[in-house]
């Protein structure tokens, strides 16, 4: 191997599935090119997305050649269908840049108070998260004063939404505020990473924040 963490993306192709070993070989090509390519079956258990022959995909690996007949190969480590592989890049990028911006520093980051008085909380309306949260402050912390914010946690306006509940619980002056869902697949949860979202709280909450 002499290069490490390379990714590529290209169309899978002559696919067979597992050999005996568990490993998987195909290519990878594109109009102009392509390489063999081969995922041993250690570590195919992190590779989560299904693929056949046909599918746009991104994969990160490490070349290499394969000695036997002087070729190239990527031995490959990650691997995603090309739209979720976009996406998942996309988001890398912009954590690195709000990374070098400071704004993930922990000089930052406020202290969660021990005794907090109000709580607000901002989750989904009627939402399996909110019972839980009612849950489980009034028996673990049943004095504090806890104000739900009901708001959209996943599709393209709830950023936009999660940040209007924000503002209305600044207004209220709460001692600490969660941001929350019931969990769900990572695209479910791409609304908490938006960058609109990430700058409002850097700039204009002045609380310590939970999400």
Do not use: C
Request: glycine share 8%; hydrophobic share 35%; no cysteine.
């Amino acid at each position: 191997e002499f290069f490490h963490g390379i990714s590529l993306k290209g169309e899978i192709a002559n696919y067979k599935g597992p050999n005996k070993s568990g490993h998987f070989y195909f290519t990878l090509k594109d109009k102009t090119s392509q390489i063999s390519a081969v995922i041993f079956k250690f570590d195919s258990f992190s590779i989560k997305d299904e693929f056949k022959n046909g599918d746009e995909v991104i994969v990160t690996g490490d070349i290499s050649t394969y000695a036997p007949s002087g070729t190239y190969q990527i031995i490959i480590r990650q691997l995603y269908l090309y739209g979720k592989g976009k996406l998942l890049i996309e988001k890398e990028k912009l954590k690195k840049k709000l990374q070098e911006e400071g704004l993930f520093d922990e000089e930052h980051k406020k202290k969660i108070p021990l005794y907090p008085a109000n709580i607000a909380i901002i989750t989904g309306k009627n939402s399996a998260a909110a019972a839980d949260f009612k849950h489980n402050l009034l028996r673990r912390w049943p004095i504090s004063n806890i104000s739900f914010y009901e708001t959209l946690v996943q599709g393209e306006k709830a950023p936009k939404e999660i940040i209007k509940s924000l503002s209305e619980a600044l207004n209220n002056n709460p001692d600490l505020i969660i941001i929350g869902r019931g969990g769900g697949a990572e695209d479910d949860l791409n609304a908490f990473d938006n960058e609109e979202l990430v700058r409002f709280i850097y700039e204009k909450v002045n609380v310590p924040i939970i999400s």
